[in-house]
Nanobody, 126 residues
């Protein structure tokens, strides 16, 4: 079992920055990749970023590429999401997620992830 706890959400003005962190505990050595998703009210869960624990691969959708950066600190078992140039449409609850294997689901698919954090709210005001 792996437990994930997010932190770092909050309220920020458009154009500002926030850094989210996800602390992982438990059997993290069995993980293949970590990802970030977000969910705005009335919408489905949207892929934001992902990376392998080895650090050799990273993925971003066009909506955040160049503004968001995912990184990890293996020694501390944490994964972070640096968010710059935030826009009001980035407002959502952000979730950290992990997957144990490459599997048959795309890295962007929520169903491919095995464990999730509780989420942290990010609000960007215009």
């Amino acid at each position: 079992q792996v437990q994930l706890v997010e932190s770092g959400g909050g309220l920020v003005q458009a154009g500002g920055s926030l850094r989210l962190s996800c602390a992982a505990s438990g059997r993290t050595f069995s993980s293949y990749a970590m990802g970030w998703f977000r969910q705005a009210p009335g919408k489905g869960r949207e892929f934001v970023a992902a990376m392998t624990w080895s650090g050799d691969s990273r993925w971003y959708p066009d909506s955040v590429r160049g503004r968001f950066t995912i990184s990890r600190d293996n020694a501390k078992n944490t994964v972070s999401l640096q968010m710059n140039s935030l826009k009001p449409e980035d407002t959502a609850v952000y979730y950290c997620a992990g997957r144990n294997s490459k599997g048959r689901y795309s890295i962007t698919a929520p169903s491919g992830y095995d464990y999730w954090g509780q989420g942290t709210q990010v609000t960007v005001s215009s």
